[in-house]
Structure formats: C-alpha cells, structure tokens
C-alpha cells in the first residue's frame, strides 16, 4: 500500500449538491466550504453549511481531500490520483504524490479569488517553489479562510503552508515560523474618492470622530494604535471586501493596509476610492516597513528551507522576481532589500 493510500483511509463515496453543475472540492471550515484542485484547475465551490444537507454536513477530519468528479459525487480515496492526510511532512507528500494543502484568505493582490480562480502574488510565488521541489498539476489544494483562522488552522493540520502575504512579527513568529520574506511594503490609507476627511496617515485619527477599518487580526490596529488612535475610532472587520463595503456605505472613513493591497483596491473601484501617499508606520520611535513571507508549523523546517532554497534563486533574478509579482501591482519599492531578513523581523529589529 502506497503512503498516499495509508492517509487517505478507506472507500467511500459521498454525494454532493452541484454548484452551477461543478464539484470540485471540498475544505469544510467555520461556516464555508470552499475548495479548489490546484492553482491550475480552480473551480470554486463558495457555500455557506446551512447550503449543506444533514447526509453532506462533515468535520473536517471527515472531508476527503483531493480531485472530484464533475458528477457531483466525491470519489473514494482509494480512486483518487492524490490524496492528503491531515499535517504530515509535506516535502514526503510532494515525494509520494499526495496533495499539498495551501491556506489563504482573500485579500488582493496576495491571494484571492478572481472569477473562480484562485491567483495572487503570493499564490503564484509558492505555487512556482512548490513546482520546483516537484509537485505535480493536480496536486496543489487551494483553500480560503479567514484571516485570524489562518494560523490556527496551519498549526491545526488543516494546510501545509499559508501563502497570504503575512507580515512577519514577533508575536506571529511565535506561534509558526516564516521563509524569508518575498515583499516588503509601506502602508497606506484606502479613502473615498477626492479624499474628503483630508486623511494622510494614522495620525490623522488622533483625538478625531472619524473611524478608521481595520481587517480584523492583521497588524494595522496595532499600528494604529501606536501611534496615538484611540481604540473607540479602530473598526475591526473581517476582510478587505466587508471593509470597502462599509467604506462606501460611509460607517468607517478609511481603511488601512498594505499599498499594494489598496492600490488594487482603488483600481479595481471604478474610481470610488483612492489611496494616499504612502507611509512607514513608526512603533516605538522606529520605521515599520512591512515585510510578508509564507508560513509553516513550527516542526516543518526541512520544508521551510527547502522553500527558501527556492525563494533564493528567484529574488537573486529580479527580473523573475517581478515576472510574478508586477501582474498584481508590485514594483522595485517592494522587491525585498538583504536587510530584511526573518530573523531581525521575528526579533522586531528590522
């Protein structure tokens, strides 16, 4: 019997409502299921679990992993051509033909779904290493979570890696370990259109009636906060696209993150919003610029290093480096400078 065929456990088939008659796959976490085959064949499966009948409402240990049939039946695990066990060494998953699971939350330009297809800067970045240290089409899985469930469902088993454009801090270096980062960004201010509240940076908030949205769990409340806003003027919500709903409706005057993930924002808007001039958040009387890697348990180091062997090669060509990330609206100011490193991030000196 094969390692993949141990994982995935016994036969069984479990039929599934279709979903504009496709069933692709299948990850059952909080309230959505949401799934896709691989960074190359995403069809997304988008359900909320009252969608779910009693017969098809599982736990997660009980959702088989891997291709699904567009019959609206998933296969057996004994059928799949790749399966995935829950935690595991993924670099032994990639050796034996077995899925490696990659968890994500939608938030442009580092990881969403655009149209059913799941892409981002730092989607297309790790799908690329995952390919160079030998995983197959088909056997990459695509799941979108949110934000603040990323890391517990990392260290849960439920994925392998995050690929989500997270900043690297010292309190996340607690609880999972980084590669070296693949982007560094300023920050900046997501505003309506003409920029009415004349906002420039978070001090603009301070002793203030405005309200500025935060994605709930990321490290702009912190920020924020730091420099002198009070939390009675932080909303925090649980992802970029409930945030610039609110921001149009006019409950929040702005929102604050990364410059690439609001300079997209902004040029998807239509011309409803606008940013404004990028700044380096300052804690402590030091600069922060933001820096965001992947993210793996804290056991998996040989995959880590095996990661950043390959992130290596692609920022030492910059012209490589920008062949993945400028189709998401990165430019030379995020290529990610030597000084940088996950080290001095993790120990908050960079």
Same mark, same amino acid.
């Given at each position: 019997?094969?390692?993949?065929?141990?994982?995935?456990?016994?036969?069984?088939?479990?039929?599934?409502?279709?979903?504009?008659?496709?069933?692709?796959?299948?990850?059952?976490?909080?309230?959505?299921?949401?799934?896709?085959?691989?960074? +190359?064949?995403?069809?997304?499966?988008?359900? %909320?679990?009252?969608?779910?009948?009693?017969?098809?409402?599982?736990?997660? !240990?009980?959702?088989?992993?891997?291709?699904?049939?567009?019959?609206?039946?998933?296969?057996?695990?004994?059928?799949?051509?790749?399966?995935?066990?829950?935690?595991?060494?993924?670099?032994?998953?990639?050796?034996?033909?077995?899925?490696?699971?990659?968890?994500?939350?939608?938030?442009?330009?580092?990881?969403?779904?655009?149209?059913? #297809?799941?892409?981002?800067?730092?989607?297309?970045?790790?799908?690329?290493?995952?390919?160079?240290?030998?995983?197959?089409?088909? +056997?990459?899985?695509?799941?979108?979570?949110?934000?603040?469930?990323?890391?517990?469902?990392?260290?849960?088993?439920?994925?392998?890696?995050?690929?989500?454009?997270?900043?690297?801090?010292?309190?996340?270096?607690?609880?999972?370990?980084?590669?070296?980062?693949?982007?560094?960004?300023?920050?900046?201010?997501?505003?309506?259109?003409?920029?009415?509240?004349?906002?420039?940076?978070?001090?603009?908030?301070?002793?203030?009636?405005?309200?500025?949205?935060?994605?709930?769990?990321?490290?702009?409340?912190?920020?924020?906060?730091?420099?002198?806003?009070?939390?009675?003027?932080?909303?925090?919500?649980?992802?970029?696209?409930?945030?610039?709903?609110?921001?149009?409706?006019?409950?929040?005057?702005?929102?604050?993150?990364?410059?690439?993930?609001?300079?997209?924002?902004? +040029?998807?808007?239509?011309?409803?919003?606008? #940013?404004?001039?990028?700044?380096?958040?300052?804690?402590?009387?030091?600069?922060?610029?933001?820096?965001?890697?992947?993210?793996? !348990?804290? *056991?998996?180091?040989?995959?880590?290093?095996?990661?950043?062997?390959?992130? *290596? %090669?692609?920022?030492?060509?910059?012209? !490589?480096?920008?062949?993945?990330?400028?189709?998401?609206?990165?430019?030379?100011?995020?290529?990610?400078?030597?000084?940088?490193?996950?080290?001095?991030?993790?120990?908050?000196?960079?």
């Amino acid at each position: 019997m094969t390692a993949a065929a141990r994982a995935c456990g016994p036969s069984l088939e479990v039929s599934l409502p279709k979903v504009n008659n496709k069933i692709v796959d299948k990850h059952m976490l909080g309230t959505k299921i949401i799934g896709y085959r691989s960074p +190359q064949d995403h069809k997304l499966i988008d359900r %909320k679990e009252s969608d779910v009948s009693a017969e098809t409402r599982w736990t997660r !240990r009980n959702v088989f992993r891997g291709a699904i049939v567009a019959s609206g039946v998933v296969a057996a695990p004994s059928l799949l051509s790749a399966c995935s066990s829950v935690g595991g060494d993924p670099l032994a998953k990639i050796k034996d033909g077995e899925v490696v699971r990659i968890g994500l939350s939608n938030e442009p330009p580092y990881a969403f779904d655009d149209g059913g #297809t799941v892409t981002g800067e730092s989607v297309e970045m790790y799908t690329a290493i995952l390919k160079e240290l030998g995983a197959k089409d088909g +056997q990459i899985e695509t799941s979108i979570v949110p934000w603040n469930s990323l890391i517990p469902g990392l260290n849960a088993g439920d994925y392998d890696l995050i690929t989500a454009g997270m900043f690297i801090t010292p309190e996340r270096c607690a609880e999972a370990i980084f590669s070296e980062p693949d982007y560094i960004t300023a920050s900046t201010l997501l505003v309506p259109k003409d920029n009415p509240n004349e906002l420039v940076d978070y001090t603009s908030f301070i002793d203030s009636e405005l309200t500025l949205g935060v994605v709930s769990g990321a490290v702009e409340k912190d920020q924020a906060m730091a420099a002198g806003v009070d939390a009675a003027n932080i909303a925090e919500i649980k992802n970029l696209n409930d945030l610039k709903s609110e921001l149009a409706s006019g409950r929040i005057d702005a929102i604050a993150l990364t410059a690439p993930a609001l300079n997209y924002a902004a +040029q998807q808007s239509g011309g409803e919003f606008e #940013t404004v001039e990028p700044f380096v958040p300052v804690i402590d009387g030091k600069e922060q610029m933001g820096a965001g890697g992947a993210v793996f !348990r804290p *056991a998996d180091t040989a995959f880590r290093d095996a990661v950043n062997a390959e992130l *290596a %090669k692609i920022k030492g060509d910059k012209a !490589r480096w920008l062949s993945i990330t400028e189709p998401f609206g990165f430019t030379d100011n995020e290529f990610p400078a030597e000084q940088y490193t996950t080290e001095s991030l993790c120990q908050g000196e960079a």
